[in-house]
């Protein structure tokens, strides 16, 4: 059972916005700012790792404690300011 997934935020100069590399499943995110960025990631990555990478068996026979993932969150290394 898988615990730790990585999210990582790279910036697209064509389209001005950040966007996510990811290896949660179906975890897709665009964003302006970076702040915009983590609030997403935040909200929804934690429910996509429970409905696409945990079973009903995995949460019936593991302690919660086993369970819990590690989301290692990855800043683009040069934050580009965007003028909205």
Sequence with gaps: MKR???VKAV?????????SESDI???HIE???IAEFEEIM????PDLI???HLSAPDIAEHPLKDLIP???WQR????ETVVV
Excluded at 11 to 19: E, G, H, R, T
Excluded at 42 to 45: E, H, P
Excluded at 76 to 79: A, D, G, R
């Design 76 to 79: 683009p290394e040069t934050e």
């Design 31 to 33: 964003a302006v700012t």
């Design 4 to 6: 730790n997934f990585m």
């Design 50 to 52: 429970v409905t696409n």
């Design 42 to 45: 935040m909200d929804v990555a």
């Design 11 to 19: 910036w697209d100069d064509k389209a001005s916005v950040f966007y």
């Design 70 to 72: 590690a989301i290692l």
């Design 25 to 27: 499943e179906g975890l």
